[in-house]
């Protein structure tokens, strides 16, 4: 084993690291990197392309947000506490589904965004508990999932406030569970030792909605008014759409 190959599981088909610095180790060694960012990121990319509309990553709502929006000729999502006839897109899932669809979203996240815009020269799928099968699916298709073309899963996790450190979120690891079981069911593989630790995991829960609703990030969504996006998060394999990173856009 080479040096750094510990870091890149290298030697499976099927691998789990976490968040941008997990990305940014496993991207360049990868045929095809999933990002996975339950609540919200990645579920509000399934819910917009599933109504036609494509999605520009970005990683933070600030002024360059908007400037990057106005050069792409494409709406603005805002924060969640912040929608308006004006401007009725946020992350919210929810708040999306029930504004018109724009042609173009810019989609502010400074996790599933975020990695989106950190890796290159690698194709990048938006996976969640809405589309596991789909994506799967769709990669093994590529002829990807082996360990010559293996595939990277980042759960994204989320942020300790006021600290900038990586809080390794629950409801990540148990989709980054699900998109491990749906390919290897499609044949994928070999697992690296991440990769079965989160498939177990995902197997063994009974009731999967029912466990992310009572986790951390969740009842952080309750508290906010916003405990409806974990109802659409949790809606198991709803859609045959797998949102591909092209051009700089989520597209299906």
Not at 41 to 68: H, M
Request: glycine share 10%; aromatic share 6%; charged share 15%.
């Amino acid at each position: 084993m080479n040096t750094g190959d510990w870091a890149v599981q290298c030697g499976s088909g099927i691998r789990v690291e976490w968040g941008r610095a997990g990305a940014r180790a496993l991207g360049p060694h990868s045929a095809a990197l999933v990002i996975v960012d339950i609540l919200s990121f990645t579920t509000t990319v399934s819910v917009a392309v599933d109504a036609g509309t494509a999605v520009l990553p970005y990683p933070w709502r600030d002024d360059g947000a908007k400037e990057f929006a106005a050069r792409h000729d494409a709406a603005l999502a805002v924060g969640r506490r912040v929608i308006s006839p004006q401007r009725p897109w946020s992350l919210s899932p929810t708040a999306l589904r029930s504004a018109p669809a724009p042609h173009r979203l810019v989609l502010p996240s400074p996790n599933g965004s975020a990695i989106a815009a950190a890796v290159s020269g690698v194709p990048v799928v938006a996976a969640c508990l809405r589309n596991p099968t789909a994506v799967a699916a769709w990669l093994t298709r590529q002829g990807w999932g082996t360990a010559d073309r293996p595939i990277a899963i980042i759960p994204a996790g989320e942020q300790w406030p006021g600290q900038g450190a990586v809080r390794p979120a629950i409801e990540d690891w148990i989709g980054a569970g699900a998109i491990v079981s749906a390919l290897a069911h499609e044949g994928a593989g070999p697992l690296s030792a991440e990769a079965v630790a989160a498939r177990t995991l995902y197997e063994a829960i009974a009731d999967v909605p029912g466990l992310i609703s009572e986790c951390a990030s969740a009842r952080q969504l309750v508290y906010m008014g916003f405990g409806n996006d974990v109802a659409v998060a949790t809606e198991m394999d709803a859609t045959t759409r797998v949102p591909v990173l092209v051009d700089g856009k989520f597209v299906a």
